[in-house]
C-alpha cells in the first residue's frame, strides 16, 4: 500500500533475508531400484526395461523405475480383473475400513511422501507438506466413508454396481494427490485399478504401493504400472478396462477420446486450462495480489486450473501491477525441500523448453516481459517468475497453456467485456473473481464457462468438492458426491 | 443457392422407390383406413412431388360432392421458423406397410443437407443465452405449454405415428399420450434437478463452496429411429428441460410426427432456435453435427452402432459430451440421466469472514 509512483519492486525481495532452512531427506528411504507393482508384488518389466527418475531441482538420478510395456499393461489388467470379483463382492463397509487404513497410513508417514514428493517432482516441501498430502490423505478419508454408502450416490439408483477395472492415467504436476483422485473413488465404488503414473514423477506412486501392502489390501486391487506414453495408451486402448480416468494435456485427452469411440468404457478427462482471473476495480488490492500470486506462481504454475490470464479493469492497472510486481520480487525461488521456498522447480528439462518457448513467443508477438530480480540455481530446471503486460487475446501467450509460472495481463473496461474475454478460450477449467460486490461476483460467475470458479480465493480444493472443466477441459467431475459416480455403472 | 435448388429439383431423392401414391379422402388415411383414394399427390404445388424419377400416380377425378383435401407441406424447423431445405431436395415418406414394393407413399420430406445442419446449429447457438437464463419454473412452464398444445393435436398426432409406425389407431393414441406425459414429467424437473444433483459441499475450510449443474450449450440430438414421437420426445425433452438448446435430426424414415411437432413449439412459447428440426438422411447430417465445433454435446441415440462410434470419434475433436446408443425402453421411467447427460457442475468457491 505504500506509495505506487515508488520504483521499490527490483528491490524488495531482500529486504528480508532468510537462513536456509531445509527439510532433511533422511526420512525418505530411496533403493536404488524399483519395479512394477502387479497383483501385489513388485516386479520387473517383461522385457526388462528401465528408466530413470531425476530430481528436477539437482539432475540427480533418484532411482532407476522398471519401465512398463504392452505385456506388462495385459499383466496388470488380468490381476486387476481377477481381483475384480472377491473386492466388488467385500460388503461396503469393509472396502470402506481398507480404504481408512489407507488414509490413515498416509497420515503417518505424511512427512517421508512430502519430501520424497519434492525431490521426484521439484515443488516445494512447503507445498507437499501443507497442501498436497494433507489433501491425499483427506481425499482417501472422504472416500472410505461413501463405500457403504453407494445407494445414496446417484438419486434413483438405489443398489449402484462398479464399472470394473479402472485404467488410469496420470499427470507429474500433483503426482500422488491425483493417485488418490483417481484410486480412492475408484476403489470406494467396488472397481479395481491399474494406474500408470507420470514418467517423470513415479516413486510416490510406488510407495504408495507399498501404504496399500502395510494396509493389507488384497493383491491385484491396485496396480501401479510406471511407463512412458506409450504404455498409457496401451493401458487406456486395452480391452479388459471398463473405465478409463486422464488427467493431462487437452491433445493426448482428445486422442483418448477417440480411441475409446464405440467402446464401452465410460471416460473421465481432466484436461487443461487458460483460467482467467478477474480483478474488478473495487477488489481488495492486497488481497486480490495474493490471489493472483498463488492462481500462478503455486506449483511453478504446473496447475491445470492455474489464472494464467489476469483480466484486471483497467481503472487499477496500473495499481494493481505495481502492487503485484512488488509481491513477485518477494517470491523465494530455488531448492524445493527449503522450506522458506515460494517457487520450485520445472519437473523437467522438457517442460523448461516449453515454458521457454512461449515466453519467447510472446516476446516476439510484441507483449512486454517483465521478471523480478531472481538468481536461479545453476543446475536443474528454474524458470523466473514472468509477467507479460501489452497482451492481446490473439497472442500465443493468451490462448495456450503454458503450465509454467508465466502471467498474461489484460484488461478490460465493463463486466461484460470481462465476461467475454473470460470465455474467449477453448478452455472451460477454472476462474477467478474479484470484487467486494456480491451481487457482482454471483452474477459474473453464472456467466464465465468453467468448472470451478474462485470467488476472492484461489486454487482450493477439497475433496468435496467437485472438480473439472467445461468445453475442451475434459469431461466429469472428480471430488464430491459426483466423482464417485463416474465410477459406478449408473 | 438457387443453382442447388435447381439441381435438386429434377434429382429429388427417393427413400421408398415404389412408394405408392397416398391415399387421400378429405383427411390423411389412419391405420386401416378403407377410404378410397380420391386424389394423388400430384395435385400438390411446388412440392416437388412429382419432379424427376418420382414415382408418379395416375390422377383421379375428384367425385362430384367430394372435398379435396389440402396436404400439409412438410418442413424443417429452423430458428423458429419453417424453412424448406436449401438445398431444394425433398424425399419420399411412405407409411410403414410393406405390401407391394413398398408402403404408401405419405408427403415429401425435406431432405436437409449440411448447410441446412450449419444453419440450425447457428440459431440453436443463438438461442442459448435466452433459454439458458431463463428460470427453470418459466421452462418448466413452457415445457408443461408444449403438452397443451401436443394434447390439442392429439387426433393429428395419432394418425401421423399410425402411419409412421404402423400402430392401429389405438395403440397410436397410447404413443402421443405418453409423450404428452413425458412432456409434463421433464416439466417438472426444470426446477428440481438443481436440488437433486448439485448443492453445498462442506469443504474443510471457512469458505462457502455450492455445486449448480449448468446446461452444456447446443446440443446435437439424433433421434431414435424406432420410435418416430415417443422416442423423439424422450430424447428432445431432457435436452431443453435442462437448458440447452438442439438439433434434432428426425427418424430418417419416419420424420413427419417430428416436423410436426415443430410446429407444436412453435405455438408453445418455446423461443425460436431452441428446437431445430431437420428430417434426412441421419448419416449425412450426423457427420457435420458430430464434426461441428460450436455443438457442444450429442446424443447418438439414433445411430447405428458403426455410425455411433465414428461420430464419437469426430465429436472429440472439439471433446463433445457424448450419449452412446443403447437398449431403450421408450415405456420406462426415463430416470434423470437423459438430463445429467446434458449438464455442465459449476462449482463456486467464496471465502468467509467478518
Known amino acids: 500500500m505504500s506509495d505506487s509512483n515508488q520504483s521499490t519492486t527490483q528491490g524488495a525481495g531482500r529486504l528480508f533475508a532468510y537462513a536456509p532452512a531445509p527439510e532433511s531427506r533422511a526420512i525418505v528411504d530411496l533403493a536404488p531400484s524399483y519395479g512394477l507393482f502387479v497383483d501385489g508384488e513388485f516386479t520387473e518389466a517383461a522385457d526388462g526395461r528401465v528408466f530413470t527418475s531425476v530430481s528436477p531441482s539437482s539432475e540427480e538420478v533418484l532411482a532407476e523405475v522398471a519401465r512398463a510395456g504392452e505385456a506388462d499393461v495385459d499383466r496388470a489388467v488380468a490381476a486387476a480383473r481377477r481381483a475384480f470379483g472377491p473386492w466388488s463382492a467385500l460388503p461396503g463397509a469393509e472396502r470402506g475400513k481398507y480404504l481408512f487404513r489407507i488414509a490413515r497410513i498416509l497420515q503417518e ?112 486391487v491396485v496396480n501401479i504400472l510406471p511407463g512412458y506414453g506409450d504404455a498409457g495408451a496401451a493401458l487406456v ?42 480483478v474488478f476495480d473495487d477488489a481488495p488490492v492486497d488481497q486480490a495480489v495474493e490471489g493472483i500470486v498463488n492462481g500462478i506462481f503455486f506449483n511453478q504454475g504446473h496447475v491445470c486450473c492455474a489464472g494464467s490470464r489476469l483480466l484486471v479493469q483497467e481503472s487499477v492497472r496500473d495499481e494493481l501491477l505495481d502492487a503485484l510486481k512488488r509481491r513477485m520480487a518477494t517470491l523465494r525461488v530455488g531448492d524445493p525441500l527449503d522450506k522458506n521456498t515460494d517457487v520450485g522447480a520445472i519437473n523437467s528439462a522438457e517442460q523448461l523448453a516449453r515454458i521457454t518457448e512461449l515466453a519467447q513467443a510472446g516476446e516476439a508477438e510484441g507483449a512486454e516481459r517483465w521478471s523480478p530480480a531472481c538468481e536461479l ?34 484488461t478490460f473496461r465493463t463486466p ?45 480444493f477439497d475433496p468435496t468438492s467437485p472438480f473439472g472443466g467445461y468445453k475442451e477441459s475434459g469431461h466429469g467431475r472428480e471430488g464430491g458426491r459426483h466423482g464417485l459416480e463416474a465410477y459406478l455403472d449408473v | 443457392m438457387s443453382e442447388k435448388k435447381a439441381g435438386a429439383a429434377r434429382g429429388a431423392e427417393t427413400v421408398k422407390a415404389g412408394a405408392k401414391p397416398k391415399t387421400e379422402s378429405g383427411a390423411r388415411p389412419t391405420a386401416g383406413s378403407d377410404a378410397k383414394p380420391t386424389a394423388e399427390p400430384q395435385a400438390r404445388a411446388g412440392a416437388g412431388a412429382g419432379a424427376g ?41 411412405a407409411d410403414s406397410s410393406t405390401g407391394n414394393g413398398g408402403g404408401t407413399w405419405l408427403a415429401n ?7 441446412d445442419a450449419r444453419d440450425a446449429v447457428v440459431a440453436a447457438r443463438k438461442a442459448v443465452g435466452g433459454w439458458s437464463g431463463a428460470t427453470a419454473y418459466n421452462r418448466g412452464q413452457v415445457l408443461y405449454r408444449v403438452a397443451e398444445m401436443l394434447e390439442g393435436r392429439r387426433e393429428q398426432f395419432a394418425r401421423e405415428v399410425a402411419e409412421a409406425e404402423g400402430l392401429a389407431t389405438r395403440a397410436a393414441g397410447a404413443v402421443v399420450d405418453r409423450a404428452v406425459d413425458r412432456w409434463v414429467w421433464y416439466a417438472g424437473w426444470t426446477d428440481k434437478i438443481a436440488q437433486v444433483v448439485g448443492g453445498a459441499n462442506p469443504v474443510a475450510g471457512p469458505f462457502f463452496n455450492l455445486s449448480t449443474p449448468e446446461p452444456t450449450g447446443v446440443v446435437a440430438v439424433l433421434a431414435p429411429q424406432d420410435s418416430s414421437l415417443l422416442g423423439l420426445v424422450s430424447v428432445l425433452a431432457p435436452v431443453i428441460a435442462t437448458g440447452n438448446t ?41 457427420a457435420p453435427l458430430a464434426a461441428h465445433q460450436d455443438v457442444n454435446a450429442i446424443d447418438l441415440t439414433g445411430a447405428s452402432p458403426e455410425m455411433a462410434a465414428e461420430l464419437e470419434a469426430a465429436a472429440a475433436d472439439n471433446l463433445k459430451r457424448v450419449r452412446r446408443p443403447g437398449p431403450e425402453d421408450w415405456t420406462a421411467d426415463p430416470g434423470t440421466s437423459r438430463l445429467t447427460a446434458w449438464l455442465e457442475t459449476k462449482t463456486v468457491w467464496h471465502p468467509q469472514g467478518v
Open chain 2, 53 to 93: 424419377n418420382a414415382p408418379v400416380a395416375r390422377p383421379e377425378p375428384v367425385a362430384a360432392g367430394t372435398r379435396l383435401g389440402v396436404l400439409k407441406t412438410y418442413k424443417l424447423y429452423i430458428g423458429g421458423k419453417f424453412p424448406r431445405s436449401e438445398s431444394g431436395r425433398v424425399y419420399e415418406v
Open chain 2, 246 to 286: 438442439a438439433v434434432v435430426v428426425a427418424a430418417e424414415r419416419a420424420p413427419l410426427p417430428a416436423l410436426s411437432l415443430g410446429e407444436v413449439l412453435a405455438t408453445s412459447d418455446v423461443p425460436g432456435g431452441v428446437v431445430n428440426v431437420l428430417s434426412g438422411r441421419t448419416a449425412e447430417l450426423g
Open chain 1, 237 to 278: 486402448a486395452h480391452d479388459g478396462v471398463d473405465k478409463v480416468a486422464f488427467t493431462g494435456s487437452t491433445e493426448v485427452g482428445k486422442a483418448i477420446a477417440r480411441s475409446v469411440a464405440g467402446t464401452r468404457k465410460k471416460v473421465t478427462l481432466e484436461l487443461g486450462g487458460k483460467a482467467a482471473n478477474i
Open chain 1, 377 to 410: 540455481p545453476s543446475s536443474g530446471y528454474w524458470f523466473a517468475p514472468t509477467l507479460f503486460t501489452g497482451v492481446t487475446q490473439a497472442h500465443r501467450i493468451a490462448r495456450e497453456e503454458i503450465f509454467g509460472p508465466v502471467l498474461s495481463v489484460l
Open chain 1, 109 to 220: 508417514r505424511s512427512r517421508e511422501l512430502a519430501v520424497l514428493e519434492s525431490l521426484d517432482n521439484g515443488k516445494p516441501i512447503r507445498e507437499t507438506r501443507d497442501v498436497d498430502l494433507p489433501l491425499v490423505a483427506a481425499h482417501f478419508f472422504y472416500y472410505a466413508g461413501w463405500a457403504d454408502k453407494l445407494g445414496y450416490a446417484v438419486p434413483g439408483h438405489p443398489d449402484p454396481k462398479p464399472l470394473g477395472v479402472a485404467g488410469q492415467v496420470i499427470p507429474w504436476n500433483f503426482p500422488l494427490l491425483m493417485l488418490a483422485w483417481k484410486v480412492a473413488p475408484a476403489l470406494a465404488a467396488g472397481n479395481t485399478v491399474v494406474l500408470k503414473p507420470a514418467e517423470t514423477t513415479p516413486l510416490s506412486a510406488l510407495f504408495f504401493a507399498d501404504v496399500c501392502r502395510q494396509a493389507g489390501l488384497p493383491r491385484g
Open chain 2, 109 to 115: 420430406a425435406p431432405l436437409a443437407s449440411r448447410k
Open chain 1, 416 to 460: 461484460e467485456e470481462a465476461v467475454a474475454k473470460a470465455n474467449n478460450t477453448p478452455y472451460g477449467l477454472s476462474a477467478g473473481i474479484w470484487s467486494e460486490k456480491g451481487s457482482r461476483i454471483l452474477a459474473v460467475a453464472g456467466r464465465l464457462r468453467a468448472g470451478v470458479v474462485w470467488a476472492n480465493t484461489f486454487n482450493k
